[in-house]
């Protein structure tokens, strides 16, 4: 057999180039990275030798060996772990797993980020490829556990392709050679090695040699007592964990003996992966029973709103030969999702209660996992309702209100928790809706993660006895509480005549034009009582699924909005001037211009307006008739 050449596939070699270029002054993690590839090996390793006794080289020492040749600027990383067949060294190491990588860097660089990076990096994991930050020639020699697989090596002298060829290797396991750069050869320093390893891979639970000497403590990080363990050490390991370069926000280290035997070291990071843009982005703990590794990133130990926890968790209760069929089912991971969770959400109430500025933090990283919880949920939304937070018209810059908070601060008559979804907050600031109750002094919390908030606004129609209600809703819903829907139909035909008494003539009228110029665009115009400063709004009619519609308008394409209700306000100038102008000039073409201009205006400020710019020609042509009337009046 001979030697086969390979390009990288293409995203490869260009992701490169950006990792090369803005991580020069974290090279030194390309160790971290290959140590912990190794390790990840061996604990592959351990769980084959537990569960298949059929491996090659069995009695091999499970070990980490790295040596160093300063003078020919050489270092090498072996490990007896797992290896890899000819097939499995192409595909992993030639490709980048993670499939959104390359749109991600490049996205950042057009956007000037690249000193950010380095913080990212912890997004996709470069891995493997971060060797090519100091390395000239890489050799990758590899023995696979599996009996009938020949030896075979890896070489690459660049990002640009590498070669695979047979070779000679009697022992089980994988080599890591690197030549270094010429201007890496700074690492070709025992001493430095030694301490790049304490620095980054202190607690690896396997051997690391270096000179026949152990270097790493190999301690268990997670079965220390906290008081034991130094901040930094915690850091250093949420980094390794996640590979990342951030400090974390919290570290929550804890161990119980009964009712079942737990240790864990969890974290909650400083900053949200991006999930939006790696939806494959893996999540989850690693899980260990007795030191052993059994999931990389278990999914099972945790609720999926807590995806955002990164750490270790190890229980001597997990049976260690589980498969991850069996291990979702187990008794024992039931009882420990169960156990966590409370932990962590005491943990969160800890944090609100006594580190105000910490949880705000966490709240605009990780708030809406806390909104997925309430919605998913069920046993524990007592408890997620109280880790909620707001901004709301009262909310003056960082500050966030809990729904307790809202509760002590309202007015004794005001039998309600109003709010207000909007795309954004200046949106939802500058809202027609909030008018009546900015005058009353109420407060109105406002909800500005559109989906998430529609969905979570259907899983929280009370609180504490209260009603949770919208104020883009047309009045006899927002107002006339507890009503039976015969009285409310009553009370709407009431209020109607109302309106046909109090009002002058001239305001039916301009409702009979507006109906009659937007036709189905509305479902009827009428007389608001909740405006103040502007001339109209659109307001849902209560129980028409005003939540849905938002969740729909997002998750639909096309997705066409019933309409709604046009309110006027008979006080606003406009409305007072364009019924004048309908009774004294009825034909003039301005008016329904105004009318479809007041219509779109409504739209815009609820954010429904498809196409804005469709409605500048008018706008002109409204400006000119302004001017003309201003110029005339000379
Ligand atoms: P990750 O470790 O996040 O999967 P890497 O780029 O570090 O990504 O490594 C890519 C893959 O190469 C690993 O998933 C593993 O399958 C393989 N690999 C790397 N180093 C080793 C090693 N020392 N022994 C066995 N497999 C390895
Ligand atoms: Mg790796």
Redesign the pocket.
């Given at each position: 057999m001979s030697e086969e050449k390979y390009t990288f596939q293409a995203d490869v070699h260009r992701v490169l180039d950006i990792v090369i270029n803005s991580l020069y002054q974290h090279r030194d993690i390309f160790l971290r990275?290959?140590i912990?590839?190794?390790a990840?090996?061996l604990h592959?390793l351990q769980f084959q030798k537990i569960n298949n006794a059929d491996i090659y080289d069995p009695d091999a020492e499970l070990k980490i060996i790295v040596d160093v040749d300063e003078e020919k600027k050489i270092i090498t990383?072996k490990?007896s772990?797992?290896?890899?067949t000819k097939d499995?060294l192409r595909e992993?190491?030639g490709t980048?797993?993670q499939s959104g990588t390359l749109n991600f860097f490049e996205e950042i660089k057009k956007q000037g980020k690249d000193a950010s990076i380095p913080e990212l990096i912890g997004q996709f994991?470069?891995?493997?490829?971060s060797v090519f930050m100091v390395a000239r020639k890489i050799t990758?020699r590899?023995r696979s556990y599996k009996k009938d697989e020949p030896a075979y090596e890896w070489v690459s002298e660049g990002a640009e392709s590498f070669i695979i060829r047979p070779t000679e290797k009697e022992d089980r396991?994988?080599e890591?050679i690197i030549e270094l750069k010429e201007d890496a050869e700074e690492f070709a320093d025992k001493t430095k090695i030694r301490e790049i390893i304490k620095k980054y891979s202190d607690y690896v639970p396997f051997p690391i040699e270096l000179d026949d000497e152990v270097v790493n403590q190999q301690t268990s990080l997670w079965r220390k007592s906290p008081n034991e363990v130094k901040e930094e050490e915690y850091e250093k390991f949420y980094q390794y964990v996640s590979?990342s370069f951030d400090k974390p926000l919290h570290v929550i280290h804890y161990s119980v003996d009964a009712p079942l035997q737990l240790n864990c070291l969890l974290f909650i990071p400083s900053f949200r992966k991006n999930i939006l843009l790696f939806p494959e982005t893996e999540w989850g703990v690693r899980l260990y029973s007795r030191n052993v590794l059994i999931q990389e990133r278990s999914k099972d130990v945790l609720p999926s709103y807590l995806r955002f926890i990164e750490g270790v968790v190890d229980s001597e209760d997990l049976p260690l030969n589980v498969s991850r069929e069996t291990i979702q089912v187990s008794r024992v991971v039931a009882s420990i999702k169960k156990t966590l969770t409370t932990k962590i959400l005491k943990e969160l109430e800890k944090i609100a209660r006594h580190e105000a500025e910490k949880y705000q933090k966490f709240w605009k990283e990780f708030g809406i996992f806390i909104k997925d919880g309430v919605i998913n949920d069920e046993k524990n939304r007592e408890r997620l309702l109280k880790l909620l937070r707001f901004k709301s018209n009262k909310t003056k810059d960082d500050e966030l209100i809990s729904l307790d908070d809202y509760l002590q601060r309202k007015p004794e008559e005001q039998d309600a928790i109003y709010y207000l979804i909007a795309d954004d907050l200046v949106m939802a600031e500058n809202s027609p809706h909030l008018e009546y109750y900015e005058e009353k002094g109420w407060e109105v919390l406002f909800l500005v993660e559109p989906v998430v908030d529609s969905f979570l606004l259907m899983h929280l129609r009370t609180y504490k006895d209260l009603q949770l209600k919208p104020i883009d809703v047309t009045e006899e819903s927002v107002d006339e509480d507890g009503a039976s829907e015969k009285e409310e139909g009553e009370k709407a035909v009431k209020k109607e005549e109302r309106d046909e008494d109090d009002l002058r003539p001239s305001f039916k009228k301009l409702k009979e034009r507006v109906k009659e110029v937007l036709g189905d665009k509305i479902l009827e115009v009428k007389a608001s009582t909740k405006l103040r400063g502007s001339p109209c709004r659109l307001a849902a009619r209560e129980g028409f699924g005003v939540q849905f519609q938002r969740v729909y308008k997002y998750m639909t394409e096309n997705f066409i909005a019933p309409p709604k209700v046009l309110e006027l306000n008979p006080n606003h100038p406009i409305i007072e001037k364009l019924e004048l102008l309908i009774e004294s000039d009825s034909d003039n073409e301005l008016i329904n211009k105004i009318i479809w201009q007041l219509f779109e205006n409504a739209l815009l400020l609820d954010g429904s307006l498809e196409q804005p710019s469709a409605m500048v020609p008018r706008v002109n042509e409204i400006i000119l008739a302004a001017l003309e009337g201003a110029t005339a009046k000379k």
């Amino acid at each position: 057999m001979s030697e086969e050449k390979y390009t990288f596939q293409a995203d490869v070699h260009r992701v490169l180039d950006i990792v090369i270029n803005s991580l020069y002054q974290h090279r030194d993690i390309f160790l971290r990275e290959l140590i912990s590839n190794a390790a990840d090996a061996l604990h592959k390793l351990q769980f084959q030798k537990i569960n298949n006794a059929d491996i090659y080289d069995p009695d091999a020492e499970l070990k980490i060996i790295v040596d160093v040749d300063e003078e020919k600027k050489i270092i090498t990383i072996k490990d007896s772990g797992i290896g890899m067949t000819k097939d499995e060294l192409r595909e992993n190491l030639g490709t980048i797993a993670q499939s959104g990588t390359l749109n991600f860097f490049e996205e950042i660089k057009k956007q000037g980020k690249d000193a950010s990076i380095p913080e990212l990096i912890g997004q996709f994991g470069v891995g493997f490829y971060s060797v090519f930050m100091v390395a000239r020639k890489i050799t990758v020699r590899s023995r696979s556990y599996k009996k009938d697989e020949p030896a075979y090596e890896w070489v690459s002298e660049g990002a640009e392709s590498f070669i695979i060829r047979p070779t000679e290797k009697e022992d089980r396991g994988t080599e890591v050679i690197i030549e270094l750069k010429e201007d890496a050869e700074e690492f070709a320093d025992k001493t430095k090695i030694r301490e790049i390893i304490k620095k980054y891979s202190d607690y690896v639970p396997f051997p690391i040699e270096l000179d026949d000497e152990v270097v790493n403590q190999q301690t268990s990080l997670w079965r220390k007592s906290p008081n034991e363990v130094k901040e930094e050490e915690y850091e250093k390991f949420y980094q390794y964990v996640s590979h990342s370069f951030d400090k974390p926000l919290h570290v929550i280290h804890y161990s119980v003996d009964a009712p079942l035997q737990l240790n864990c070291l969890l974290f909650i990071p400083s900053f949200r992966k991006n999930i939006l843009l790696f939806p494959e982005t893996e999540w989850g703990v690693r899980l260990y029973s007795r030191n052993v590794l059994i999931q990389e990133r278990s999914k099972d130990v945790l609720p999926s709103y807590l995806r955002f926890i990164e750490g270790v968790v190890d229980s001597e209760d997990l049976p260690l030969n589980v498969s991850r069929e069996t291990i979702q089912v187990s008794r024992v991971v039931a009882s420990i999702k169960k156990t966590l969770t409370t932990k962590i959400l005491k943990e969160l109430e800890k944090i609100a209660r006594h580190e105000a500025e910490k949880y705000q933090k966490f709240w605009k990283e990780f708030g809406i996992f806390i909104k997925d919880g309430v919605i998913n949920d069920e046993k524990n939304r007592e408890r997620l309702l109280k880790l909620l937070r707001f901004k709301s018209n009262k909310t003056k810059d960082d500050e966030l209100i809990s729904l307790d908070d809202y509760l002590q601060r309202k007015p004794e008559e005001q039998d309600a928790i109003y709010y207000l979804i909007a795309d954004d907050l200046v949106m939802a600031e500058n809202s027609p809706h909030l008018e009546y109750y900015e005058e009353k002094g109420w407060e109105v919390l406002f909800l500005v993660e559109p989906v998430v908030d529609s969905f979570l606004l259907m899983h929280l129609r009370t609180y504490k006895d209260l009603q949770l209600k919208p104020i883009d809703v047309t009045e006899e819903s927002v107002d006339e509480d507890g009503a039976s829907e015969k009285e409310e139909g009553e009370k709407a035909v009431k209020k109607e005549e109302r309106d046909e008494d109090d009002l002058r003539p001239s305001f039916k009228k301009l409702k009979e034009r507006v109906k009659e110029v937007l036709g189905d665009k509305i479902l009827e115009v009428k007389a608001s009582t909740k405006l103040r400063g502007s001339p109209c709004r659109l307001a849902a009619r209560e129980g028409f699924g005003v939540q849905f519609q938002r969740v729909y308008k997002y998750m639909t394409e096309n997705f066409i909005a019933p309409p709604k209700v046009l309110e006027l306000n008979p006080n606003h100038p406009i409305i007072e001037k364009l019924e004048l102008l309908i009774e004294s000039d009825s034909d003039n073409e301005l008016i329904n211009k105004i009318i479809w201009q007041l219509f779109e205006n409504a739209l815009l400020l609820d954010g429904s307006l498809e196409q804005p710019s469709a409605m500048v020609p008018r706008v002109n042509e409204i400006i000119l008739a302004a001017l003309e009337g201003a110029t005339a009046k000379k």
